[in-house]
């Protein structure tokens, strides 16, 4: 009794099925940013947002504080006409860092890859 391996699938075909693993979370994200989006402008509670709206205006005035976050939101949420969608910048925020360290976390794994293969 032999056993025969399947031949290795053509690297095109792991790089599809690859990105159509992806297409579900994609989908759901863009859903769930299109809504928060949709939703900013009125006052969709999604946290205690008045500690920190008023932190970014009068965050001189706060002298027992841990952070300062409001010392650099102070200048976007003036610029904003002092509005709730400020949250658009906090969310585009977010989703550039996310993307950066997962780019690199998966630039890490393929190096660690490619070094495992090679030995």
């Known amino acids: 009794m032999t056993t ?10 792991r790089t599809w099925d690859s990105w159509r693993l992806s297409i579900a979370p994609a989908v759901l994200l863009l859903g769930q940013a299109g809504l928060f989006i949709w939703m900013s402008p009125r006052g969709f509670e999604l946290t205690d947002e008045s500690f920190y709206l ?47 360290f997962a780019r690199q976390g998966l630039r890490f794994s393929r190096r660690r890859e490619a070094g495992d293969s090679v030995r």
């Open 54 to 100: 008023l932190n970014d205006l009068y965050w001189r005035d706060l002298t027992a504080t841990v952070s300062f976050f409001g010392a650099y939101f102070e200048l976007p949420f003036r610029l904003l006409g002092q509005s709730i969608s400020i949250r658009i910048v906090a969310l585009l925020g977010l989703a550039v860092a996310s993307a950066f």
């Open 4 to 13: 025969e391996s399947a031949p290795p699938r053509p690297e095109s075909s």
